[in-house]
């Protein structure tokens, strides 16, 4: 079973990401850029290789799902990681921009 890891989101200026303080100066980190009004483009998502198989990529995504639900915005997946998220979940599939 996969730890719950606390993911903050940071918003600045157009750009953000949603990352986890994994202690000891790791981060994984899901970075994402203002594309339109209520769109984001998630371009990258980074997880320690020390820190790999934990579940912490999926809940840096899942952040950024409950947050599109809760705050009305959609997603643009680019990165391969969260564009595979998508593929996976087709309830996602309200949330993906077109």
């Not at 809760?70 to 990165?79: E, Y």
């Amino acid at each position: 079973m996969s730890q719950t890891y606390t993911v903050q989101r940071q918003d600045q200026n157009g750009h953000g990401r949603y990352m986890v303080d994994l202690g000891d100066g790791f981060e994984a980190e899901m970075t994402y850029r203002k594309v339109a009004d209520k769109v984001i483009a998630i371009d990258h998502t980074g997880v320690p290789p020390e820190f790999g198989g934990r579940g912490i990529a999926a809940q840096l995504v899942n952040a950024a799902i409950s947050d599109a639900r809760s705050d009305g915005f959609k997603i643009v997946p680019l990165c391969s990681y969260v564009v595979a998220q998508f593929k996976r979940h087709p309830e996602w599939a309200d949330l993906r921009a077109q």
